[in-house]
């Protein structure tokens, strides 16, 4: 059984950084992971994904200040741990964060996500 659990928002000022973190439990080494947020009143929207072998993608709104990354505990372990570095926040980053993962699919990354994470405010202040 895949879990995750998300850590690291907070409140912040326009142009600063943060760092999420999306800890996993259950075999998500071959899993595809992703990110995506959920604003007041709108709909969740995707942030970034990076596939099992590493190959990554990003919303236009986020690409060049965004990184996603991920790292497994150890050579032996099944388990791995996803970030986001948020970099040059803006006021309209502003949302809750969710870290969201699948079994390795050829689909796009933007979708099909069956295990979600509980999410993690960030809030950055003008």
């Known amino acids: 059984q895949v879990q995750l659990r998300e850590s690291g928002g907070g409140l912040v000022q326009a142009g600063t950084s943060l760092r999420l973190t999306c800890a996993t439990s259950?075999?998500?080494?071959?899993?595809?992971m992703g990110w995506f947020r959920q604003a007041p009143g709108q709909e969740r929207e995707f942030v970034a994904g990076?596939?099992?072998?590493?190959?990554?993608?990003?919303?236009?709104?986020v690409k060049g200040r965004f990184t996603v990354s991920r790292e497994r505990e150890s050579s032996d372990s099944a388990k791995i741990t996803m970030y986001l570095q948020m970099d040059s926040l803006k006021p309209e980053d502003t949302a809750v964060y969710y870290c969201?993962?699948?079994?390795?699919?050829?689909?796009?990354?933007?979708?099909?996500?069956?295990?979600w994470g509980q999410g993690t405010q960030v809030t950055v202040s003008s």
């Open positions: 990076i596939r099992w072998d590493g190959d990554s993608a990003y919303a236009d709104s």
């Open positions: 969201a993962a699948r079994i390795q699919s050829l689909q796009p990354i933007t979708r099909g996500f069956a295990y």
């Open positions: 259950g075999h998500t080494w071959r899993h595809d």
